[in-house]
Every structure is written in C-alpha cells, then in structure tokens.
C-alpha cells in the first residue's frame, strides 16, 4: 500500500513539474513577428493580405449568394440550414466566420499597408505594394458595409454601414494616388505603366 502511494506521489509530482512550462508556446509559423520588418519580406506581407481577402471573399460570394437565394445549399449541419433558410441569429457560425473572414482580411490589409508604409519610407506614396494592399483593403471595407448593419474597427465602437462604406471610398483614393505617383515615376524610367499591374487589374486605375 505503501509502495502504491510513494509511486502515486511521484507520477503527481512529475505531472506538476512537466506543467511548469505549459504557457511558455513557440509560436511555430515559418517568419516570426519580429521579421516582418525585413524589407526583404515585403512581398511576403503582400501575399498574405492578398490569401486572406481572397478566402474572405470566396466565403462571402458563396454565402450572400445563398441569402439572395442565387444559390441552394442543404447540410445535415443545423447552422447551414437554418442559414439557407433565412433564419438565423448572430451566433450561427456560417454569419460569424463570414464575417470573422472579412473582419481578418481587413485587418490583413490595414496592417500590411502600416507595415510597408515604414518599410518603404519617404517612397512610400509612390510605392506598388502599398496601392495594392490599400485597394485590397478598401474591397475588404466594402465587403463589412455591404454585408453587416454595423462592424467595430480595431477595438472601436460598431460603425454604420456608410462609414465603413466612406473608409472603403478613403482607402481606394489612396490607392489610387500612391498608383499614379507610381505610374509618373515610372513613365519617366520607361517602365511599364501602371495599367499592366494587379492593382488596375482589381480595379484601382491610374489615370
């Protein structure tokens, strides 16, 4: 009996100490938060605003096609039918990881556009990548207007459809300004014109 308790206390005793460090994670992505900084990487940030948004908006042209009744969706998931037909609350997961999706590719966007803003410096109004993070921003704003009554920014209180809409309109006037900056400089140099880039591809034209 003992024998039974001794070993009982020391299989208590190791658990214990094996969960002192059981907070302390490694976060296990490939860059590490601190090298988002590197110029270097500065495509990378592009990319990963442009994978979010366009996840986002797959989800979102699926599931407003199905408000619309555009398109018939059946599952034995309860929160997919309730979803197809019509009645649904907040808290049914088809409306709040849509809007989840949008939501990240937002801030995606917003980020990326802080991000490379610093890295580009005094460039930073006439560079490519800052147009179209900024353009992919605003598509995500007007996703947020379109599709919910109201949404919180950052931690702000929920805004109105119209202004979310008017940060949408701010964000593509950006872009559009830092792209015809981009597109002067670069007529200049001989390069291509802004028109053979993503960004008047996705609809921020240089003029």
């Known amino acids: 009996m003992k024998l039974r308790q001794v070993a009982t206390y020391t299989l208590l ?28 990487l500065a495509q990378l940030i592009v990319n990963g605003t442009i994978g979010e948004f366009q996840y986002a908006y797959g989800q979102y042209a699926q599931w407003s096609a199905v408000l619309s009744d555009e398109a018939f969706t059946d599952h034995t998931n309860v929160d997919v039918r309730d979803f197809s037909e019509h009645n649904f609350g907040d808290l049914n997961t088809i409306n709040s990881t849509n809007y989840e999706y949008v939501q990240r590719a937002r801030q995606s966007a917003d980020d990326a556009a802080d991000r490379l803003k610093a890295l580009a410096g005094a460039t930073a109004s006439s560079d490519l990548n800052v147009a179209r993070v900024l353009a992919y921003g ?60 993503p960004v008047y591809i996705y609809g921020v034209r240089g003029v």
């Open 138 to 197: 605003g598509y995500s704003y007007v996703l947020l207007g379109e599709g919910w009554c109201e949404a919180p920014v950052n931690l702000s209180a929920p805004l109105p459809s119209d202004s979310l809409l008017r940060r949408a309109i701010k964000h593509f006037d950006e872009a559009i300004a830092v792209a015809n900056l981009m597109s002067k400089f670069t007529s200049t140099l001989g390069a291509a014109p802004v028109a053979t880039h």
């Open 13 to 40: 005793a190791f658990g214990l100490t094996a969960c002192n460090d059981v907070l302390s994670v490694n976060n296990p992505g490939a860059i590490q938060e601190g090298q988002l900084g590197d110029p270097a």
